[in-house]
Structure formats: structure tokens, C-alpha cells
T-cell receptor
Framework: DGGITQSPKYLFRKEGQNVTLSCEQNLNHDAMYWYRQDPGQGLRLIYY???????QKGDIAEGYSVSREKKESFPLTVTSAQKNPTAFYLC??????????????FGPGTRLLVL | AQSVAQPEDQVNVAEGNPLTVKCTYSVSGNPYLFWYVQYPNRGLQFLLK????DNLVKGSYGFEAEFNKSQTSFHLKKPSALVSDSALYFCAVRDYPSYSNYQLIWGAGTKLIIKP
């Protein structure tokens, strides 16, 4: 099956702890994205990457970090600097944006909760 | 400033009746418009998109959307609602090429409830 997988489905973070969310895709997409979803709000972009070893900050990058060592993988680390991390995190991928019409495809999400 | 508005937090429709979920947008360039659906605790699924051409776009699961440039709207429609259509619906726009062409601007979502 082609698609995007995210793990774990649920993640619990203790205060002061860094946690890493996994995102893997086998769609052969070059671009990958991380979004945060809070109730009653639209999706907010945390980070995006168009190519291996390159990524850019989105609107709410503070307290988060990413890496892109492989085309298929784009892990997100929620650091202790993120004071309100409780949210639903969504990973997406697409072909490289060129003409603006590219569709983003989403993984099933990871719900992060603070203990 | 670029924005997307979904004016209704919730829409209630009886099964078998037509449904409409509203979306309006504000961009400075060309709008590329998208609709996604999200079931509880799941990721978003792509329904349809408008890029150019015919103003009526047909998508997955019997949904369609009409692009209206003069009203800056892109409402999602379905002629006959199913209980299984109950979900959260998101409208998004990409303002091309005026805004970063990587980013989608998202509406806050509309909860659609279909009653048997």
C-alpha cells in the first residue's frame, strides 16, 4: 500500500522531556510537511521540507525541530521549549510545489498529551 | 491579507437532503482551492480541488464544489447526504504566486452532522 504512516498514534510527554514523532511516506514525494491541529482552528504549519537535508520554518516553529536525512522520512521533535504541546500532529507530503496546484496527502496523525 | 473563512462551525442536515458547506477566501493572486474531510482521530482526506477551468469541480464520494470568482467562494455540495458523510470538513487556499507557494491557508473547519 502506498501512503503516509505516523507513529505512535498516541504519545505522552512529561514536563521537560523531548519527544519525537515519526513520519514515513512511500509515495516518492519530495516535499513533506508538519502541521499542528487544535480544536476549532485550522491547521497550522510547523515545518516543511522540499528536499533531503533542507527544511524551512512554518508559522509556529518555535519549540519544534525536524530533520530530513532521507526522502521517505521527516521526524518532528517536540522540545521542552514548547510549553503547550498538547495537540493533534499531522504529517503530509506532496510532489515539489511548482505551479501551486499540488495536492498534499496526509498521514493518520499523532495525538500528543502532556502528563 | 490572505485568509479562508468557513462561516458555519456546524451544519446539520437530514439524510437524503442536499448539503452545502460554505467557504469564502481572500487572496491577492490566483486562488487554488481545496476541500478535505477529516473523520474523528484520523488524518485529512483530499476530496477535490479547483485550479482553473470549469467552475464546477467533481470529487470523491459524490461531492462537488462550485468556484465563484465574483463572490470569492468555493462551497462544497452534495445532492443527497449520507449519515457516513458526518465529519469535519476543511477548506484551504493557495494564493499563487503571491504567497509562499508551499503553504496552504486553512479554514477553521465545519462539522457536518447528518441525521438519519
Amino acid at each position: 500500500d502506498g501512503g503516509i504512516t505516523q507513529s505512535p498514534k498516541y504519545l505522552f510527554r512529561k514536563e521537560g522531556q523531548n519527544v519525537t514523532l515519526s513520519c514515513e511516506q512511500n509515495l516518492n514525494h519530495d516535499a513533506m510537511y508538519w502541521y499542528r491541529q487544535d480544536p476549532g482552528q485550522g491547521l497550522r504549519l510547523i515545518y516543511y521540507s522540499q528536499i533531503v537535508n533542507d527544511f524551512q520554518k512554518g508559522d509556529i516553529a518555535e519549540g519544534y525541530s525536524v530533520s530530513r536525512e532521507k526522502k521517505e522520512s521527516f521526524p518532528l521533535t517536540v522540545t521542552s521549549a514548547q510549553k503547550n504541546p498538547t495537540a493533534f500532529y499531522l504529517c503530509a507530503s506532496s510532489i515539489v510545489p511548482t505551479g501551486g496546484e499540488e495536492t498534499q496527502y496526509f498521514g493518520p496523525g499523532t495525538r500528543l498529551l502532556v502528563l | 491579507a490572505q485568509s479562508v473563512a468557513q462561516p458555519e462551525d456546524q451544519v446539520n442536515v437530514a439524510e437524503g437532503n442536499p448539503l452545502t458547506v460554505k467557504c469564502t477566501y481572500s487572496v491577492s493572486g490566483n486562488p487554488y482551492l481545496f476541500w478535505y474531510v477529516q473523520y474523528p482521530n484520523r488524518g485529512l482526506q483530499f476530496l477535490l480541488k479547483y485550479i482553473t477551468g470549469d467552475n464546477l469541480v467533481k470529487g470523491s464520494y459524490g461531492f462537488e464544489a462550485e468556484f465563484n470568482k465574483s463572490q470569492t467562494s468555493f462551497h462544497l455540495k452534495k445532492p443527497s447526504a449520507l449519515v457516513s458523510d458526518s465529519a469535519l470538513y476543511f477548506c484551504a487556499v493557495r494564493d499563487y504566486p503571491s504567497y509562499s507557494n508551499y503553504q496552504l491557508i486553512w479554514g477553521a473547519g465545519t462539522k457536518l452532522i447528518i441525521k438519519p
